[in-house]
């Protein structure tokens, strides 16, 4: 069940499209082999209130990818490149030229065992 939770800040989220994103991404993951479709959970928190450094002006975009079913260390690298790749081409494109921005994807693996979840459209 991997789950991929953004942190950007404001102004540079306001020049993304990230419901865009987030559908390129799962589909790229998907397509790879690395997760499932329907297992994928992602979602995007804007950052008001934030500080890169000393420039209050810096701009950054933050991912966490969360594994919660163990992935070998080649896939995690794989997977966390895809959603990097992704955001920071996205960035790029749409960034003002003498911007300072930065992009980042961390990659978290939790114990199965430490795992709840309820899906209603389980069965039983």
Not at 60 to 74: D, E, G, K, M, S
């Amino acid at each position: 069940m991997p789950h991929i939770v953004i942190e950007a800040t404001e102004p540079l989220a306001r020049r993304l499209d990230f419901p865009a994103l987030l559908r390129t991404i799962h589909q790229q993951l998907a397509d790879s082999g690395s997760a499932r479709l329907s297992d994928l959970k992602s979602r995007v928190h804007i950052a008001g209130t934030f500080l890169a450094g000393d420039d209050a002006q810096a701009q950054f975009v933050v991912a966490r990818l969360v594994l919660t079913n163990p992935r070998p260390a080649q896939m995690q690298r794989d997977m966390a490149a895809t959603i990097h790749d992704v955001l920071r081409d996205a960035i790029a494109a749409r960034a003002d030229a003498d911007a300072w921005w930065q992009c980042c994807v961390l990659v978290e693996t939790l114990d199965r065992t430490l795992y709840q979840k309820t899906d209603s459209r389980a069965p039983g």
